[in-house]
Structures are given as C-alpha cells and as structure tokens.
C-alpha cells in the first residue's frame, strides 16, 4: 500500500447555523505530487499581474466612494428630517 497524505477540514454551512463537519480527504502521495506540480507549473493563469492590481484597486475605490456618497446622503437626510420633528 502506497503512503498516502491527509488533508483535514471544517465544513460549515452558513444555512443551517454553526454546523460544521469534519472532513477528511486521502490521497496517494503520487497524486499529490501531480497536484502539485500542476498548481506550481507557471502556466501563466496564475500569475497575478500589476494590470490586475490596478483594477482591484479601482474597484475598491470605487465601491468606497459609492458607500461614501450613499452615507452622507443618508445622514444629510436624517438631519433635515430631525429639524423637522
């Protein structure tokens, strides 16, 4: 029998509450070593580009000026309806 590697997890599910299982995947030590080569090949789908951290980070600032804008809105609103009660 081949030497075989464990990988061990909890695997909650946010429908039911806080119910979490334990979950134990085993693989031959041959498959990992594939799995591993495969997800260290640099292959170029990977590679995490300074393109794509410039578009993270518009999206970001982006999303932060909407949330910015919607919050003075909203406290703008919430004053003027206080001076009216």
Same mark, same amino acid.
Do not use: W
């Given at each position: ?17 806080? +119910?979490? *299982? ?6 031959? &030590? ?6 591993? !080569?495969?997800? =260290? +090949?640099? *292959? ?6 300074? &393109? ?6 518009? !999206?970001?600032? =982006? +999303? ?19 001076? =009216?009660?």
């Amino acid at each position: 029998m081949s030497n075989e590697i464990e990988i061990t997890t909890k695997l909650c599910q946010s429908q039911t509450g806080v +119910s979490c *299982n334990e979950v134990v995947l085993k693989i031959p &030590q041959t498959e990992a070593v594939k799995l591993q !080569s495969v997800a =260290f +090949s640099g *292959n170029g789908n990977q590679n995490f580009s300074a &393109q794509d951290f410039i578009h993270h980070v518009d !999206s970001f600032g =982006f +999303s932060f000026g909407l949330v910015l804008i919607f919050y003075l809105i909203a406290k703008s609103v919430g004053s003027v309806l206080a001076i =009216f009660r």
